[in-house]
């Protein structure tokens, strides 16, 4: 079973070819994000030929707004990815002076995306959680949800189970008490791991792909469930995910 890296910043790392050349050497499925529509194609050709490596166009809510004038560019270039993240809402103090027009962004490239017959959509959501989850419950036909590093209320993360939302989780997420909480409640059968690289770190240390694999040592001491049943479900999640979406993706 090879490894899973369902959020991970590949273009933003000091040297990116180098990174990608070895997640393609480890044989690591990455879902590479992109934070904006412009960035897409120049990622994308970071992917060696016959990688497990599939870039996801984005718009991230912290520049969306800033940003807007590429929403005529995400919707030419959605047609050539399965993929959409990372997308979303950020209601930190820093932004949510603009999580209205966010919300209205969002709202766009969701319905973008129903129009194109579904995405499998990675979503940022902090400090935002209730807006996003009304606006996902909004647009039904987007496709599928996956919750990137998700720290929603019980309350929330029931919700969002309901509504047939998935989870990412990684390394850094699962090192915070908040993190762990949730981990405790969300259906390991709709979790995939990730790692936020190089955005997140631990101790100072930016993750790379194949730092995805401590998901599995965090979640065996969190949930008393053994590293390599972890690793089964991660590819069977993975799996049924992929056949959701029409893909025909090979782990």
């Not at 718009?59 to 047609?79: G, M």
């Not at 190089?198 to 065996?220: M, R, T, Y």
Request: charged letters at 25%; glycine letters at 8%; hydrophobic letters at 40%.
């Amino acid at each position: 079973m090879a490894l899973i890296d369902f959020h991970c910043h590949l273009d933003l790392f000091s040297d990116p070819h180098r990174v990608a050349q070895e997640a393609t050497r480890r044989g690591i499925y990455v879902l590479s994000v992109t934070t904006t529509p412009s960035a897409f194609l120049g990622t994308k050709a970071l992917a060696p030929p016959n990688s497990r490596i599939r870039t996801a166009l984005g718009l991230h809510p912290e520049i969306a707004v800033a940003r807007e004038n590429e929403l005529s560019l995400f919707e030419k270039l959605l047609p050539s990815t399965a993929y959409v993240g990372e997308v979303g809402l950020d209601g930190s103090r820093q932004h949510r002076d603009t999580l209205d027009r966010q919300g209205a962004i969002l709202t766009t490239i969701l319905s973008l995306c129903a129009a194109a017959g579904g995405k499998t959509i990675s979503l940022h959501s902090r400090g935002a959680v209730k807006p996003l989850l009304d606006i996902i419950e909004y647009e039904p036909l987007a496709g599928r949800p996956i919750l990137h590093w998700f720290l929603g209320t019980e309350k929330e993360i029931s919700r969002a189970v309901e509504m047939g939302c998935w989870f990412s989780v990684g390394p850094a997420m699962l090192r915070s008490e908040t993190g762990r909480k949730v981990a405790k409640k969300i259906p390991l059968d709709r979790v995939l791991p990730e790692t936020d690289g190089p955005l997140a770190k631990i101790n100072q240390k930016k993750l790379f792909p194949w730092d995805a694999i401590g998901v599995n040592s965090q979640l065996e001491t969190i949930l008393s469930i053994s590293s390599a049943e972890i690793e089964d479900i991660f590819s069977m999640n993975f799996k049924r995910l992929i056949s959701l979406s029409g893909r025909d993706e090979i782990l």
